[in-house]
């Protein structure tokens, strides 16, 4: 391209990072012809997903043909969508890039590199890589935008600069921190961050960080792969009553911060800020239903004006939102990635949400990839996330039948799959096998370390526990679930001093705050303030829902403290969810002990199988408290004081009441 300057720039195109030659393919097809109706490119997609690879590139050849005799270069922006997650090539990328003519320019931007073999074996291509900026460059673009956003008194650290690391996304993100909340938040020492980066986009989407018309566009942008910047004003201007100038104005300011980024005419809220602006701020309701009526709007005029790809995402997204039926119109569009974009995001906000019909809508949606014309790599990433919300909704022989169903099509993730079903069966033993082979094939593999150091941990086994965090302590410095687990560790030992930071540092890195909120009341009942434990999760819970899991511990922290009314509202919320009776159980012996019943908690734990350490100390406590009742006999007694000593000198002292995810 610096042999000719003047070349002219053709269409820029966002791949997914699942995408598949049909993407590219309708990508391009939409440029060439604009005006194209929804029901003309569903036949023509349909038409294409019927070729053979080989005639699929072919016809993507073909329609680049309208760019190379413009003389326009072709942009292709995408995060990973040309490789496997293991860096590989997908198998479709080297026969489309050597059929590309020598007349035709394709620019490829990537966030991974090829290898130098590959390159050279193409003929027809080069590869360049872009550094990261030097500090000297970092501290000279955060000056620039400081006197673009006009930030008074703008002064940086050097320390501050080493520890950005080069990313600009996250030094202008620091700026417009700074606009925000004053640069006082900057002067900190960053050493005493867990993460400069994670802390500074945390800081910068938070609520307070954020005007009314910030929020409104980011509200819009975040459930969004992207958006045309005409359908985001009609819905913050027209519908929401924003100035033109103020919403223009914003979306500089949102730019300029890198919360925001252009490709062409539409815009899209960062990757690295997407999860954790959806953390701090739920989407108005006045908002939602803004989208919804310009969507619903804009979707009946593209007969007309012609089909775009930004549109149908959204529309798409807005039927998850409200729930109802996709129209068989949009059925015929859908392609595997946005399949599987559909899919990984409604997961992802039912386990935010802690909301069941959510995590239905992922089912539901995901097993379309069964009879789904798609790559089996893909095929096999959906229904992994099929089958991860089969779990979570407690439905195992319906998860068992998926992981058979990839088992005989010998996909790689089966064994962490199986290992997961059977600890979340209780089945420690028996999972660990699974998660060992898992952990094998795949050394980076942080959720099947954290699932094995779960069941070391439920097993009581120290010695293995110590030995895999050792080993994969380079797992654990950026992981939520790494860093919750390790405060569950250090509140277990009595390790308190570093607790409360660790707890705030889970805050920044964590999508789902019930984790943090978690610990942070049982560092409180370690403190000896059960009272203030229960305080602490009555306040969250009236403020933020009804998650089953701060519920549960909030009904033994009741019962302790003698709030027995409130323990039995929360038993009665839990009992009447089936997939909590095992934890129900439990729960209802402690609130009979509370509650002086000491024989009728006996009585409802003797019928019980323990299953684990846990377990056996829940039944130590019982059989104390039944052997102090008055009306026990005295060989009973004995006999009950004994068997409670020996499960404490089996299994450990102190029960634990976490509930694993």
Not at 330 to 358: F, I
Request: hydrophobic fraction near 45%; charge should be negative.
């Amino acid at each position: 391209m610096a042999t000719d300057a003047n070349l002219p720039y053709g269409p820029s195109i966002q791949l997914s990072t699942q995408a598949e030659l049909v993407d590219l393919y309708r990508a391009l097809r939409s440029e060439v012809s604009p005006t194209i109706g929804p029901q003309a490119m569903a036949e023509d997609q349909a038409a294409f997903q019927n070729l053979k690879q080989d005639g699929q590139i072919t016809e993507i050849i073909r329609v680049m043909g309208h760019f190379e005799a413009l003389q326009q270069a072709i942009t292709i922006v995408t995060a990973a969508g040309l490789f496997e997650d293991v860096a590989t090539p997908k198998s479709w990328v080297a026969p489309l890039l050597k059929a590309i003519p020598t007349n035709q320019v394709l620019v490829v931007v990537s966030n991974i590199q090829f290898r130098t073999v590959f390159v050279d074996n193409l003929d027809n291509a080069i590869q360049m890589r872009i550094p990261e900026l030097d500090n000297e460059d970092i501290r000279a673009l955060m000056i620039f935008t400081a006197n673009l956003l006009d930030v008074k008194e703008f002064k940086i650290s050097s320390d501050l600069v080493q520890a950005i690391g080069g990313h600009p996304d996250v030094a202008n993100a620091a700026v417009r921190l700074a606009k925000q909340r004053g640069t006082g938040i900057l002067e900190r020492d960053p050493r005493q961050l867990f993460s400069v980066q994670q802390a500074i986009i945390g800081e910068s989407v938070r609520p307070d960080a954020l005007s009314i018309t910030s929020r409104q566009i980011l509200d819009v942008l975040g459930w969004l792969p992207n958006l045309g910047s005409d359908l985001l004003e009609a819905i913050v201007v027209d519908e929401l009553g924003v100035e033109p100038d103020e919403f223009n104005l914003t979306i500089e300011n949102l730019i300029l911060g890198c919360l925001l980024y252009a490709n062409g005419p539409r815009l899209a809220i960062a990757n690295s800020v997407r999860q954790i602006y959806r953390r701090y701020n739920v989407a108005d309701d006045k908002t939602v239903a803004a989208m919804a009526k310009v969507f619903k709007a804009a979707w009946a005029k593209v007969q007309d004006q012609g089909f775009r790809d930004d549109l149908f995402a959204a529309f798409l997204f807005m039927h998850l939102l409200d729930r109802s039926a996709l129209p068989k119109e949009l059925q015929a569009l859908l392609t595997p990635s946005n399949l599987y974009d559909v899919v990984r995001e409604v997961y992802a906000r039912g386990k935010q949400s802690e909301d069941d019909l959510v995590i239905e809508q992922a089912i539901n949606w995901g097993s379309v990839a069964l009879e789904m014309n798609m790559s089996e790599g893909l095929r096999e990433e959906i229904l992994s996330t099929v089958t991860r919300a089969q779990i979570r909704l407690r439905r195992y022989p319906d998860a068992a039948k998926t992981i058979e169903y990839m088992r005989n099509r010998g996909y790689r993730q089966v064994a962490f799959l199986q290992g997961h079903l059977l600890r979340k069966q209780r089945n420690f033993e028996g999972a660990i096998p699974w998660l060992r082979i898992a952990l094998e094939h795949n050394r980076g593999n942080r959720s099947a370390v954290h699932e094995l150091a779960i069941c070391y941990r439920r097993l009581h086994n120290s010695r293995e526990l110590e030995i895999l965090l050792r080993e994969n302590d380079h797992l654990v410095d950026d992981s939520a679930q790494f860093l919750d687990f390790m405060i569950g560790l250090h509140i277990a030992k009595n390790d308190l001093s570093q607790v409360p930071a660790a707890i705030d540092r889970l805050r920044q890195l964590d999508e789902n705050a019930n984790r943090a909120d978690l610990r942070q009341a049982q560092l409180l009942s370690k403190q000896n303030n059960e009272r203030g434990a229960f305080a602490y999760l009555t306040n969250v819970l009236e403020q933020s829902g009804g998650s089953m899991r701060l519920r549960k511990a909030r009904a033994i922290y009741a019962a302790r403290i003698g709030e027995l009314g409130v323990a039995r509202q929360d038993l009665a919320l839990i009992i009447a969810d089936k997939r909590n009776e095992g934890a129900s159980v439990s729960i209802e012996t402690q609130i009979l002990i509370a509650e002086g019943r000491a024989s009728d908690a006996y009585a409802l734990n003797i019928d019980t199988t323990p299953q684990e350490p846990g377990d056996w100390l829940i039944r130590a406590s019982v059989f104390d408290a039944f052997a102090d009742d008055p009306s026990t006999p005295l060989a009973l007694r004995t006999r009950l004081k004994q068997q409670a000593l020996e499960f404490r000198a089996k299994y450990g002292q102190v029960p634990s009441y976490d509930d694993d995810d």
